[in-house]
Structures are given as structure tokens and as C-alpha cells.
């Protein structure tokens, strides 16, 4: 992975080598830190809390998607004359 900032190459090896809370920081000058995705496991970026930043709390509680859904997926819709 390489990342430029302003035409030039900010950083470049693997992607856990160069995504980081520092460059991004640094070249989209957006304070992250980097964080498991609690459903997956892969590293995620966060906006960092910035002094004056108004944002509503975030529940980060996951969804369960190991459970059976009471929800059935939608029907598809009846084939029209012209398809059949």
C-alpha cells in the first residue's frame, strides 16, 4: 500500500505498516485511531474525539449476526408475461 500527500509517497508497506492512526492523521489531517471492527476483526478507523466536536453517542454494542432472525428475506417479485 502506498499513501501520497501532495504528490509525494507519505508512507508505503503492508497495509497494517502504513494504515495507521499517524498517517492518516497526518496526510487527511483527520485525528483516527485504529480499532478491531467488532464484528470482524479487521482494523477500523475511528474519528478521534476532537476538542469542540459535536456528535451525538454511538452505541458500540455490535449486532448479533451469529443468531437465527425472525425476519424472513423479501419474496422475489412474480415473473411478468415478457419474462416468462
Do not use: W, Y
Not at 15 to 30: D, K, N, R, W, Y
Not at 40 to 62: E, K, Y
Amino acid at each position: 500500500v502506498v499513501v501520497m500527500k501532495k504528490g509525494r509517497v507519505a508512507a508505503e508497506g503492508t497495509p497494517a505498516e502504513v494504515i495507521t492512526g499517524e498517517t492518516v492523521t497526518s496526510v487527511f489531517s483527520v485525528p483516527t485511531r485504529i480499532v478491531p471492527d467488532p464484528v470482524t476483526g479487521t482494523p477500523l478507523l475511528v474519528p478521534a474525539n476532537r476538542p469542540g466536536a459535536t456528535c451525538a453517542p454511538v452505541s458500540l454494542v455490535p449486532e448479533r449476526h451469529d443468531q437465527p432472525s425472525d425476519v424472513s428475506p423479501p419474496s422475489p417479485a412474480p415473473m411478468t408475461e415478457e419474462e416468462s
